[in-house]
């Protein structure tokens, strides 16, 4: 649709400052990322001594020759992709099945109000980070994949996201299946999934995202570096060497910094973001429209 | 009732995810005693001894506990003022735009921070602010002083509610650009036609039309006034700035698990929880009767 506007000189001038400053916007949202980019592929002493600027300088792939042959490094990076599939498949099936009972009305399912309650009081009120730690550490679980994924299993978010698409499925539907004798077991998976696609998508995306970008957990359930997840990896042997280690004296800061293989961990900042990026049109595409499904209320 | 048969079928849908959530969201919540205890990890939650408010009144001991409340309060507020105003600038000024491709890449590009993480983005903003990074350049060749960001207690707080800001500000956009995609084109028309500018159709007929969907963020942005942001703060800060940085969930975090207080850090988070829990319940409320807002 094409808007009647009023088109005089002076607008015209305001409709091409309008243009570049979002160009400047869009462009100062990528320079940080680009530059880390350009770091990892630069020379260690140009990175190190601060000149590489926009290209990297002195181009060259031995950062990222030397992460691959990094046994720890490939490991946490396995490590976060089977945290990925295995959490991203229980967070599927368990959004299923907690959606569909809890999208029906009050009068065809009981009990549905009560579940609500609790799963929107888990949602509000935490009994925080200890708590669950020691219970987690009773289980059994430190050092194990389990506890990466069984605490998040329950995506309450996805699943008020989900309950609300089910929702706006015609109710005829429904009762047309019903009436052929069709199960609710039958229903969920013969009818409402098939219909549910764009959701399902945008669900999955969203538990994908949150598995691959978790690190606290890692960080605290699991003892040894040989179970870190990638992004617990990365913030103890990078972001935790850059900031944490000193006390004191604010030069030292920068001191490590410096010494500190710059370019290598810039390669591997980049490698991490790989799969989000490779995934990132899909996720484009489906986020908005799932967000707004979230925000509808009936 | 045709209803009763179906009724055991949906319980053993919910029952594994209830199972889990029992596990590890209701337990915890019952955990929580430990802030009355001088918990043991050895003893265990049934031999621990209890010392009633102990813990609490140890905590408004703490030369650090004014200090964490208050950085909280303070950061959480600076990034909820930022992140109501920036992103409804954006959203409108992207609503003006006209060409739609233009559009949609400018779109896609400042929502791709909102997917990384922080340990990510951390680090990438450490490599520009460090003494001979491209921000220091900046200064540098317009005459200032290079400056130690991340160890500097007077730029950390800005640091933390602008990288925060620069992160969400295209996506939290999104809530405004839906609210601007529903508004009545010929509402411009009209305008456009009794002559109005450009800033006056903005002024007299964008601004209006987002005032709900403004009114409701702001209210359920009330539940936020304790979270400062511990995945960024903990990967940006380090004792240097503390002063300025350290905030509930960082202070918790090292108390507890790495100095082992159980029950000091499970009082602290406590303590937040039921606040949080308050300041949710009444943005809620509000939402409920400004907003017509209900969450499920």
Same mark, same amino acid.
């Given at each position: 649709?094409?808007?009647?506007?009023?088109?005089?000189?002076?607008?015209?001038?305001?409709?091409?400052?309008?243009?570049?400053?979002?160009?400047?916007?869009?462009?100062?949202? /990528?320079?940080?990322?680009?530059?880390?980019?350009?770091?990892?592929?630069?020379?260690?002493?140009?990175?190190?001594?601060?000149?590489?600027?926009? +290209?990297?300088?002195?181009? &060259?792939?031995?950062?990222?020759?030397?992460?691959?042959?990094?046994? #720890?490094?490939?490991?946490?990076?396995?490590?976060?992709?089977?945290?990925?599939?295995?959490?991203?498949?229980?967070?599927?099936?368990?959004?299923?099945?907690?959606?569909?009972?809890?999208?029906?009305?009050?009068?065809?399912?009981?009990?549905?109000?009560?579940?609500?309650?609790?799963?929107v009081f888990?949602m509000l009120f935490s009994?925080g980070?200890?708590?669950?730690?020691?219970?987690?550490?009773?289980?059994?679980?430190?050092?194990?994949? +389990?506890?990466?994924?069984?605490?998040?299993?329950? @995506?309450?978010?996805?699943?008020?996201?989900?309950?609300?698409?089910?929702?706006?499925? @015609?109710?005829?539907?429904?009762?047309?299946?019903?009436?052929?004798?069709?199960?609710? +077991?039958?229903?969920?998976?013969?009818?409402?999934?098939?219909?549910?696609?764009?959701?399902?998508? #945008?669900?999955?995306?969203?538990?994908?995202? $949150?598995?691959? &970008?978790?690190?606290?957990?890692?960080?605290?359930?699991?003892?040894?570096?040989?179970?870190?997840? /990638?992004?617990?990896?990365?913030?103890?042997?990078?972001?935790?060497? $850059?900031?944490?280690?000193?006390?004191?004296?604010? $030069?030292?800061?920068?001191?490590?910094?410096?010494?500190? &293989?710059?370019? /290598?961990?810039?390669?591997?900042?980049?490698?991490?973001?790989?799969?989000?990026?490779?995934?990132? @049109?899909?996720?484009?595409?489906?986020?908005?429209?799932?967000?707004? /499904?979230?925000?509808?209320?009936? | 009732?045709?209803?009763?048969?179906?009724?055991?079928?949906?319980?053993?849908?919910?029952?594994?995810?209830?199972?889990?959530?029992?596990?590890?969201?209701?337990?915890?919540?019952?955990?929580?005693?430990?802030?009355?205890?001088?918990?043991?990890?050895?003893?265990?939650?049934?031999?621990?001894?209890?010392?009633? =408010?102990?813990?609490? *009144?140890?905590?408004?001991?703490?030369?650090?506990?004014?200090?964490?409340f208050t950085?909280t309060i303070f950061l959480a507020t600076?990034k909820i003022v930022?992140n109501l105003?920036?992103? =409804?600038?954006?959203?409108?000024?992207?609503?003006? !735009?006209?060409?739609?491709?233009?559009?949609?890449?400018?779109?896609?590009?400042?929502?791709?921070?909102?997917?990384?993480?922080?340990?990510? !983005?951390?680090?990438?903003?450490?490599? !520009?602010?460090?003494?001979?990074?491209?921000?220091?350049?900046?200064?540098?060749?317009?005459?200032?002083?290079?400056?130690?960001?991340?160890?500097?207690?007077?730029?950390?707080?800005?640091?933390?509610?602008?990288?925060?800001?620069?992160?969400?500000?295209?996506?939290?956009?999104?809530?405004?650009?839906?609210? %601007?995609?529903?508004?009545?084109?010929?509402?411009?028309?009209?305008?456009?036609?009794?002559?109005?500018?450009? =800033?006056?159709?903005?002024?007299?007929?964008?601004?209006? *039309? %987002?005032?709900?969907?403004?009114?409701l963020l702001a209210t359920l942005a009330i539940g936020n006034v304790l979270n400062a942001g511990?995945?960024?703060?903990?990967?940006?800060?380090?004792? !240097?700035?503390?002063?300025?940085?350290?905030v509930i969930d960082?202070?918790?975090?090292?108390?507890?698990?790495?100095?082992?207080?159980?029950?000091?850090?499970?009082?602290v988070g406590l303590l937040k929880s039921v606040i949080a829990f308050v300041l949710i319940m009444t943005s809620y409320q509000l939402a409920n009767r400004f907003?017509?807002y209900?969450i499920?």
């Open positions: 649709m094409k808007l009647v506007r009023s088109r005089t000189i002076g607008s015209s001038v305001s409709t091409a400052a309008l243009y570049a400053a979002m160009a400047c916007i869009a462009l100062l949202s /990528l320079a940080p990322i680009w530059y880390t980019t350009a770091i990892s592929f630069s020379d260690k002493a140009a990175a190190a001594a601060g000149s590489v600027t926009f +290209w990297p300088q002195d181009f &060259n792939l031995v950062s990222y020759a030397t992460i691959l042959g990094d046994p #720890t490094f490939l490991g946490a990076f396995w490590i976060s992709v089977k945290r990925v599939l295995l959490g991203g498949a229980i967070n599927f099936v368990i959004t299923v099945l907690m959606a569909y009972p809890l999208s029906k009305e009050n009068r065809e399912f009981r009990f549905r109000s009560a579940y609500m309650w609790l799963l888990t009994g980070t200890i708590p669950l730690y020691i219970v987690v550490k009773e289980l059994g679980l430190f050092n194990s994949i +389990w506890s990466l994924v069984l605490p998040s299993a329950v @995506p309450v978010f996805n699943i008020m996201l989900l309950l609300n698409f089910f929702r706006s499925i @015609p109710k005829e539907l429904n009762e047309a299946a019903e009436i052929d004798g069709a199960g609710p +077991w039958y229903m969920l998976l013969k009818v409402y999934l098939p219909l549910s696609l764009p959701a399902l998508a #945008t669900v999955t995306l969203f538990s994908v995202v $949150n598995h691959w &970008n978790a690190f606290f957990d890692g960080m605290i359930y699991m003892r040894s570096v040989d179970n870190y997840p /990638l992004q617990t990896y990365i913030q103890q042997l990078v972001v935790q060497v $850059n900031m944490q280690d000193i006390s004191g004296d604010p $030069n030292k800061l920068d001191l490590i910094a410096k010494m500190s &293989n710059k370019t /290598l961990n810039a390669a591997k900042i980049v490698i991490s973001m790989l799969p989000i990026l490779a995934i990132y @049109p899909f996720l484009q595409k489906y986020f908005i429209h799932g967000i707004m /499904l979230g925000s509808v209320k009936e | 009732m045709r209803y009763r048969s179906l009724q055991k079928h949906y319980h053993i849908m919910l029952f594994p995810g209830i199972i889990l959530l029992f596990i590890f969201s209701i337990v915890p919540m019952f955990g929580t005693l430990i802030a009355f205890q001088d918990f043991k990890i050895g003893l265990g939650i049934w031999r621990s001894p209890w010392v009633g =408010l102990e813990n609490f *009144s140890y905590m408004f001991e703490l030369p650090d506990s004014r200090r964490i950085n600076a930022a105003t920036i992103p =409804l600038i954006f959203a409108i000024m992207l609503n003006e !735009l006209r060409k739609q491709k233009f559009k949609r890449a400018v779109q896609t590009i400042v929502y791709l921070p909102h997917f990384l993480s922080w340990v990510i !983005l951390s680090s990438v903003i450490s490599d !520009l602010l460090l003494l001979n990074g491209p921000v220091n350049h900046l200064f540098e060749a317009f005459g200032f002083e290079p400056v130690m960001f991340l160890a500097s207690n007077k730029w950390f707080p800005y640091i933390v509610v602008f990288s925060d800001v620069w992160k969400e500000f295209g996506f939290n956009a999104i809530i405004y650009l839906a609210a %601007l995609a529903g508004v009545n084109p010929s509402l411009f028309e009209a305008a456009g036609m009794d002559g109005a500018t450009r =800033l006056q159709q903005i002024w007299h007929v964008t601004l209006p *039309s %987002l005032r709900p969907t403004i009114v511990f995945d960024q703060i903990l990967n940006m800060y380090s004792p !240097l700035v503390y002063e300025s940085g350290d960082t202070y918790v975090y090292r108390a507890g698990i790495l100095d082992g207080q159980y029950g000091l850090a499970t009082a907003a017509n209900r499920f």
